[in-house]
């Protein structure tokens, strides 16, 4: 009997007496059912048919998947790893995973089906917004690293899924307060409706009937924004009044509360008038600003748990045999050795016992060239093993290691409240008491001249002063120009960013990625021999090619790679080309092939390469780390603001000062650390600067959070930018002159808004106090106010023209000592 072949898209058996096909790559295919058919008609008619081809190069069997990769997936069928995220229900096993790779509905469809037909699979459930998969599976008949094979095989990796209880209770508050936003907003509108209908400049022929249950049905739609949107509100008033702390919570409620019993007063009687549309306004405008508040904290939260994730899940144990065994990285203990094969990451701190290689370490210095390490040498976890294996024996894990100190920097600088963010609290308590006095003053008065009005004077005070437009005359603007800047390639994370920057004296610069490129290229090349340049390059690029070192990319790739290349860690490159042994690297690893004298570099800057055979050196190859084209105009626009410009940086070259020498910055420093960066920026707060930082690696995360403003460049780690106060998403510093323009606008725009709240608050009060506004004028008022300042503030959506690198590089030149 013959086996059912398998469905060309899916991959699962067709069922006998099936007919569904279709021509891809020029043949007929069988399909197991019309979905399959329909999506391999769409690839094919949407010009994506190399979908196929290429999925047809990959592994379609989960024994054939990388042997590392298949004991790594072993490692899950043991029950003492299972116990933290599978959970036992009888016979069968449930667990949630983690894919990644999904991108549309598709996707999900595909995992559903492929799973729930193999044997032993009762569920499988994926929830497309969040990208969980739910398992219920038998464990005796399949185990869980075939379902993950599984994965694999169709395209999608899969881990459990374990959360971070912070950022999962963050996003749990977050999802809370956006059904309480959007239950407001909804009901708001049908309260608005309802109420309006009832006044009288739309009361035309409305029966007194009609008009009593329209005054309900405005009631009934607010309740819900009252007792379930708002609780929020009511809570955190109850919780400062038992604290003897005012916040705006406790103004917010009362007028929330006031206006609310007013309207069910009128709602009963039909005598006054409706405020449930009040209540529904400032809740929607409130409960907006609070949801933005919680988004930009679950970002924050979220910063530290991603730094985990730079550590392998397993690694190669070595036993007193020096046999190897995968272990996940929780078992490992101190004293053990480990094999790091080239390629993986290390993956705790330690010294190497056995093995000389490079070791990429820009995760902590910064630093883009990998850097040699032998036998003796001390290595950090989470940084990347380069050229050849090596044999580490592990000394810190967990809390002391180097990894867990920036989390720990990071923590500590983001607790930090600003100075700013301390004196606006104690305006706000100032203000706020001075509302309620007022308020409870009127009204006790009024209480002895005439008990009728006193109770709508106070109320009418309430929503006549209440901080709707102050509130609203910082973030509006700051929305405003965030929206603006975002045009411009600027991405602003936290709102204080374009107020913080007009307070800035001091700007630190990194270096690698930040001001250069980030990227080696080769700039020269000058030949020692009778060979051309051309030819010189060529033979380098022959050895280059066989090489995975970030040097190499700067050669490009040869069509005729060189033979028997092996590579010496921290000297260079040896091989074959034709009957020519070449070497290229350091200049003695080379002349130490024909026994010639080390000849003199042609510059003392940059880096400069080698290239020699047995008869002695052929030529020098310039490679550097271009500035950036913008760099000048950015350093012009800092200088012609006053600034002091700083660079800090991982990298010990003589770049580091050749940088700032052609950029004319007024201090550089190589070599530092990231707590040595922190340290740099905290002495320089404690003098009294305002400090901007712009980096873009994950050693610049302690740094980026401590320092008073940070801007975090496109291409840095997730890290970075998640850490920072704003992310350069265009990577071009030009963008930044603008933003320092715009910040200056911005300032005037919120002293204009608070200017007029202000004027706003001081005329109305008096009139309310003297009975001359009613509550309805006051709110009609409170809202002019707001829209206002809300206009005032879309005029900073037109964005400016930025000047270009040439116009700045006149300032520039004059600026430089």
Avoid at 225 to 230: A, E, T
Wanted: aromatic fraction near 6%.
């Amino acid at each position: 009997m013959s086996l059912p072949c398998p469905c060309y898209h899916c991959a699962l058996p067709v069922p006998a007496g099936t007919v569904f096909n279709a021509v891809v790559l020029g043949e007929t295919r069988a399909f197991c059912c019309p979905g399959c058919q329909a999506v391999a008609e769409s690839i094919v008619a949407g010009g994506l048919e190399h979908y196929y081809r290429h999925r047809s190069e990959t592994s379609a069997n989960p024994a054939d998947l990388p042997q590392q990769l298949q004991d790594e997936l072993r490692l899950f069928d043991r029950s003492d790893v299972q116990r933290g995220f599978v959970r036992e229900d009888g016979d069968c096993s449930e667990t949630t995973l983690m894919v990644e790779g999904i991108s549309c509905a598709a996707c999900g469809w595909l995992i559903e089906k492929h799973l729930r037909n193999l044997p032993g699979v009762e569920n499988a459930q994926l929830n497309l917004s969040s990208h969980r998969l739910t398992l219920r599976w038998s464990a005796q008949t399949l185990p869980l690293s075939r379902l993950l094979a599984e994965l694999r095989r169709i395209g999608y990796a899969a881990h459990p899924y374990r959360p971070d209880q912070a950022s999962e209770r963050l996003a749990t508050e977050n999802r809370s307060a956006l059904r309480r936003l959007g239950v407001a907003g909804l009901l708001w509108f049908q309260a608005m409706m309802a109420t309006m209908a009832t006044w009288p400049e739309f009361n035309v022929d409305l029966s007194p009937e009609l008009h009593t249950i329209l005054r309900w049905v405005a009631l009934f739609l607010t309740i819900p924004i009252v007792f379930y949107s708002c609780a929020p509100l009511f809570k955190g008033a109850a919780r400062d009044l038992r604290t003897r702390h005012l916040s705006m919570d406790v103004s917010v409620s009362l007028a929330i509360g006031l206006a609310f019993l007013a309207g069910i007063w009128t709602a009963v009687t039909g005598h006054g008038e409706l405020y449930f549309d009040t209540v529904g306004m400032f809740a929607l405008f409130l409960l907006t600003g609070r949801y933005l508040e919680r988004r930009a904290r679950q970002r924050t939260a979220a910063a530290t748990a991603q730094l985990v994730n730079l550590l392998p899940a397993s690694c190669l144990r070595l036993d007193t045999n020096g046999h190897a065994e995968r272990i996940l990285l929780g078992e490992l203990q101190v004293g053990d050795r480990v094999q790091v094969p080239p390629g993986a990451v290390i993956p705790a701190d330690g010294r190497i016992v056995d093995g000389r290689s490079s070791v990429d370490e820009s995760l902590l210095t910064g630093e883009y060239l990998p850097l040699a390490r032998c036998q003796g040498d001390r290595v950090t976890g989470g940084t990347l093993n380069v050229d050849s294996p090596l044999a580490v024996e592990v000394e810190t894990l967990g809390p002391a290691s180097r990894l867990s100190a920036i989390v720990r920097l990071l923590e500590r600088a983001q607790t930090e409240k600003p100075r700013l963010g301390r004196i606006a609290d104690r305006a706000a308590q100032v203000f706020l008491l001075c509302s309620l006095i007022a308020a409870v003053v009127v009204g006790a008065v009024w209480w002895q001249l005439d008990p009728t009005r006193a109770f709508w004077i106070v109320l009418a005070m309430l929503v006549a002063t209440c901080p709707c437009a102050l509130s609203l005359a910082t973030p509006t603007a700051l929305t405003a120009a965030t929206g603006t800047l975002h045009k411009l390639g600027v991405l602003v994370t936290r709102g204080h960013v374009l107020e913080g920057l007009n307070q800035i004296d001091t700007v630190v610069f990194d270096k690698t990625g930040t001001l250069t490129e980030g990227r080696l290229t080769l700039r020269a090349i000058h030949p020692l021999a009778d060979l051309n340049a051309d030819q010189c390059l060529a033979l380098a690029a022959a050895l280059e090619t066989r090489s995975e070192h970030p040097i190499a990319r700067a050669f490009g790739r040869a069509a005729q790679p060189a033979d028997a290349v092996y590579a010496t860690p921290g000297l260079g490159l040896q091989g074959q080309v034709k009957a020519r042994r070449l070497r290229i690297g350091r200049a003695a690893f080379v002349c130490a092939l024909s026994g010639a004298d080390v000849p003199t570099a042609p510059a003392p800057r940059g880096q400069w390469l080698l290239l020699g055979d047995q008869t002695g050196p052929l030529a020098w190859f310039g490679l550097d780390d271009r500035l950036r084209a913008d760099a000048a105009a950015l350093v012009a626009a800092c200088k012609a603001r006053g600034w002091r410009t700083l660079l800090l940086s991982g990298d010990s070259s003589p770049m580091v000062l050749e940088v700032a020498g052609q950029l004319g910055l007024d201090q550089a420093q190589g070599g530092l650390r990231p707590d040595d960066k922190l340290a740099q920026v905290k002495a320089l707060q404690a003098q009294g600067h305002k400090v901007l930082m712009l980096g873009d690696g994950i050693n610049d995360v302690p740094v980026l959070a401590a320092a008073d403003i940070s801007i975090a460049m496109g291409s840095a780690t997730d890290l970075a930018k998640t850490s920072a106060d704003a992310v350069l998403l265009s990577n071009r510093l030009q963008a930044l002159v603008e933003t320092f323009d715009l910040a200056r606008r911005t300032r005037r725009n919120i002293l204009q808004n608070l200017l007029w709240a202000t004027l706003y608050n001081g005329l109305m009060l008096p009139f309310a106090a003297l009975g001359w506004i009613t509550p309805v004028w006051a709110a009609i008022g409170m809202s002019a106010s707001s829209l206002i300042v809300v206009l005032n503030a879309l005029r900073l959506t037109r964005p400016r023209s930025l000047p270009t690198v040439a116009e700045a590089r006149p300032c520039l030149a004059g600026a430089q000592p």
